[in-house]
């Protein structure tokens, strides 16, 4: 079992910037993949970054250039720092763990550990 709980978010201007974080806590050796997944309401669960256990990293699209997936295994936290926000980032923003896959990947089916999310709100 993983348990993994963020924090960092909040409200922002457009322009701005935040840092989220998200604790590990449990079985994290066994988790190859880390990534943050955010939800906006009425669409579906979408990948932003993932980072596998050897710190090769994937974003989305739409964040490259603007966010940066980091992990500091001394203290089993993962992090996503977020610049150049934009309201179109405005969502609630999960951390989570695949603990089953060797190649990590933006697929949020593939993650078995989920964070209760923080939500992030960017204001134009």
């Known amino acids: 079992q993983v348990q993994l709980v963020e924090s960092g978010g909040g409200s922002v201007q457009a322009g701005g910037s935040l840092r989220l974080s998200c604790a590990a806590s449990g079985n994290t050796y066994s988790s190859r993949c880390m990534g943050w997944f955010r939800q906006a309401p009425g669409k579906e669960r979408e990948g932003v970054a993932v980072?596998?256990?050897?710190?090769?990293?994937i974003y989305t699209k739409s964040v490259k250039g603007r966010f940066t997936i980091s992990q500091d295994n001394a203290k089993n936290t993962l992090y996503l720092q977020m610049n150049s926000l934009k309201p179109d980032d405005t969502a609630m923003y999960y951390c989570a763990a695949d603990s089953l896959s060797y190649d990590c990947y933006l697929r949020a089916y593939e993650y078995n550990y989920w964070g209760q999310g923080t939500q992030v709100t960017v204001s134009s």
């Open positions: 980072i596998d256990s050897d710190g090769s990293t």
